[in-house]
Each structure stands twice: as C-alpha cells, then as structure tokens.
C-alpha cells in the first residue's frame, strides 16, 4: 500500500524558514515524481513545485528562489525548504506521487497523481 506522510509545518514569522518532508512508503517504482501542492482557505488547489523521476525540478514563479525542493531516495523522502516566508504562502500544503511523471516542465496535471499525502499546515504571520 502505498503511503506519503507529510511533516515539517508550523508557525512562523514572514521572512523565517521551514522544512517539508514528504515520506514515501509501499510504492513499487524505482522513481516517480513527487509535487508538494497547498491550498489556503478559500483558495483553490495549486501545485508548488515538482520534482520529477530524472530529478528535474520544477517551480512556480510566485515561490521560485525561495523554495527548493529536493529528494533523498535512501530515505525516500522528499524535502521542499522553503525560505523567506510570506503570509501568502500560509496553506496546508500536500505532497502527491506519480509514476508516470520523468521529466517536469511545469506542474503536472493532477489526474496524473495516485496518492497524496494528508497534508501539513504552515501558517505565515506578518
């Protein structure tokens, strides 16, 4: 059974930094692809940043040389540091994998994701 477990979230002040880990368990593919995506309240769903089978990585405009994301495949673990906060970046944030996913370009469609994890909260105060 495949399983992602989110951890890493908390409070912080704008301009701090946090960790995401993102385990991954029970999965069959020697790679995948993992995407950390959030959502705020109200808000609709977005992806972040991807990381792709061939370690290619992907990042939106909005968090791109503050975020980074990264994979440790000894551990199975997907990491996204993120730095110099911003109350908008406060959301839970999901990580979701996908085996169909090598190369990323962009953020993949999200039909393409087979499980997502339960989500780590971040909250960002001015």
């Known amino acids: 059974q495949v399983r992602l477990v989110e951890s890493g979230g908390g409070s912080v002040q704008a301009g701090g930094t946090v960790r995401l880990s993102c385990a991954v368990s029970?999965?069959?593919?020697?790679?995948?692809?993992i995407t950390w995506f959030r959502q705020a309240p109200g808000k609709e769903r977005e992806g972040v940043a991807a990381?792709?089978?061939?370690?290619?990585?992907f990042y939106i405009g909005s968090v791109k040389g503050r975020f980074s994301i990264s994979r440790d495949n000894a551990k199975n673990t997907v990491y996204l540091d993120m730095n110099n906060l911003q109350p908008e970046d406060t959301a839970m944030y999901f990580c979701?994998?996908?085996?169909?996913?090598?190369?990323?370009?962009?953020?993949?469609?999200?039909?393409?994701?087979?499980?997502w994890g339960q989500g780590t909260q971040v909250t960002v105060s001015s």
């Open positions: 979701a994998v996908s085996s169909s996913v090598l190369n990323v370009k962009n953020i993949p469609p999200v039909a393409l994701f087979e499980t």
């Open positions: 029970g999965y069959r593919w020697d790679s995948y692809c």
């Open positions: 990381i792709g089978g061939d370690d290619s990585q």
